[in-house]
């Protein structure tokens, strides 16, 4: 179960996009955790830190407590349009 479930919490889930602390990675040559994903957002190049498509991650948030490193989080993304008017 991700940490981030159900129709209350949907609209906070399209605020998040997905990021990979690189500099905490340890490199692995197979990251274990994307095997985990359940959609396949997680991709790796040998000998680089995983990667994650913004686009196909579901935000179920498995990631980020399944690497020893913690490498795995989300960014909460907010667009403050001030006082432009459109
Ligand atoms: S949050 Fe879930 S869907 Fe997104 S990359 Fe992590 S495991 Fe995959």
Redesign the pocket.
């Known amino acids: 179960m991700?940490f981030l479930n159900g129709d209350k919490e949907d609209k906070k889930k399209k605020n998040l996009i997905?990021i990979v602390y690189a500099e905490d990675c340890s490199r692995k040559a197979h990251c274990p955790?994307v095997d985990?994903?359940?959609?396949g957002?997680?991709t790796q190049k040998p000998g680089e830190p995983p990667e994650?498509d913004g686009t196909?991650?579901?935000?179920?948030?498995?990631?980020?407590t399944?690497c020893e490193n913690y490498v795995?989080d989300f960014q909460e993304i907010s667009l403050d349009l001030g006082d432009l008017e459109l």
């Open positions: 991700g997905p955790v985990i994903c359940p959609v957002a997680i994650v196909l991650c579901n935000r179920c948030g498995d990631c980020l399944a795995f």
